[in-house]
């Protein structure tokens, strides 16, 4: 993988990277076809990193659909797919980690301790394997991309993070691996995430600007859906992940919660009024 960056970057090419931990859908191809624009080669990654999942998490049955993967980076374009395996990214004494402290024990950081650190450990390895240009990732992770463009400012990677929108079913529903976890009836009732934000987006429109009376009226949402548990609805600064009191100059909306076992996240960004 460095040979095939080092050649690119020796052709004075510019490099896009797409890192994934696989089962792709359409929301993970929608970052290689924006990569595409702006960048060749177009490198991905899968990784299913254990660094990132806790004890009790679904490390074990994570999707693993490699083939099938491989077949679909392959027909939107990318140009070189790296496979590494654990013991690469992290050899036997492996002990130095990444870690942005504050914004890690945020959102997925309290309730995921650990998750965060992480993420921005294998991200900053693999930044520095494929010595990227830009590198893309959804919204839908909304703390991740703050966290990860806090560390490229603070570690001064030479990487230019391209954030690209969420994808969504045609219902509504933000795309995600885990949605695969889901029975028929779990599926309607994943729904109630994209409904709070939408009632938000309303109220916002008739003229609430109020955060704390948004999180109320979206957690009523919640109370008329005893199946899925809230782990947080949140409203706060896009960048600091800092509560906000008003949304007027806009904000970022995220809410977390568990459908039976399975754990779906999704997110508005509120342009300033």
Known sequence: MKEAARQARAESRVIGFVPTMG????GHLSL???????????????FVNPKQFGPQEDFKKYPRTLEKDAEKFAEAGVGALFLPEAA?????GFATYVNVEGLSERFEGRTRPGHFRGVTTVVAKLFHIVEPDLAFFGQKDAAQVAIIRR???DLNFPVEIAVCPIVREPDGLAMSSRNAYLGPEQRKQALVLQRSLTLVEQMIGAGEYDALRLVAAAKEVFAGETAVRLDYFEIVDADSLDPVSDVAKGALVAVAAFVGTTRLIDNIVLPAS
Not at 23 to 26: C, K, N, Q, S, V
Not at 88 to 92: A, Q
């Open 23 to 26: 089962a792709l859908h359409a």
């Open 32 to 46: 290689v076809s924006r990569a595409r624009r702006d960048c060749d080669p177009v490198i991905a990654s899968i």
């Open 88 to 92: 690469e990214m992290y050899p036997t």
């Open 151 to 153: 560390m490229v400012r």
